[in-house]
């Protein structure tokens, strides 16, 4: 009986929204901050490109479908260089995260084909892989203890999407971050990222499955 219920309520449940798969890729345009004690900035850093991915899971939080929250898994390539006339130096570090995403479509043009969205999202990431160049050498980053431990990145942005078809939709968006450390965030130096990524997302929608009705369960 407790099966029976449970089942119900969960086929009822995944009735009321549909839902969608993505995949995202673009690139990322990253300045680092590198903080040591009294708040002074160590180096003067120039942005640096890398490269972006991410897959995740997609469903409307209200009737109209115009506000959406989605969770996804994403890895970061976040690059930076410096260095004066005698020195120069290279960063290239790999973060991977987990991301909660919230959407609003604040325009919508030729009947929802075409959608003008403004997003906010919150990431917890971690250090999974990096090197440091310098002068020709190369170092590991998983022996710097400021590119390691969890990191918090908080993204504002926009996005343009255009649906194909029913279960089938294409968009491209803008997203201004900071990730900061959680664990090092109070120690004499830390490091600190500010991003800027341009995307493309490829989005798979699930047909809106129908309710079952509880006497067709007993």
Do not use: C
Request: proline share 0%.
């Amino acid at each position: 009986m407790n099966k029976l219920l449970f089942t119900s309520m969960f086929m009822i449940s995944t009735s009321l929204f549909s839902q969608s798969l993505f995949f995202t890729s673009g690139k990322n345009y990253t300045d680092y901050d590198f903080k040591m004690s009294l708040n002074t900035q160590n180096k003067e850093f120039s942005s640096g490109s890398g490269n972006f991915h991410e897959v995740g899971y997609t469903r409307p939080i209200n009737t109209k479908k115009t506000l959406r929250h989605s969770i996804s898994m994403n890895l970061n390539e976040y690059n930076s260089n410096s260095g004066n006339l005698a020195t120069s130096y290279a960063w290239e570090a790999d973060y991977l995260g987990l991301k909660n995403h919230l959407e609003f479509d604040f325009f919508n043009f030729f009947n929802n084909s075409l959608k003008l969205s403004a997003n906010y999202s919150f990431t917890f990431q971690k250090f999974v892989n990096g090197q440091q160049r310098i002068n020709g050498q190369i170092f590991d980053l998983k022996d710097y203890q400021d590119f390691n431990g969890l990191f918090l990145n908080n993204a504002f942005g926009g996005s343009l999407s255009y649906t194909i078809q029913s279960n089938m939709g294409i968009a491209v968006g803008y997203d201004f971050s900071k990730s900061i450390s959680l664990t090092r965030k109070g120690s004499a130096q830390y490091i600190s990222f500010r991003n800027q990524q341009i995307y493309f997302k490829f989005v798979f929608s699930y047909k809106k499955i129908k309710s079952i009705k509880s006497d067709n369960l007993f």
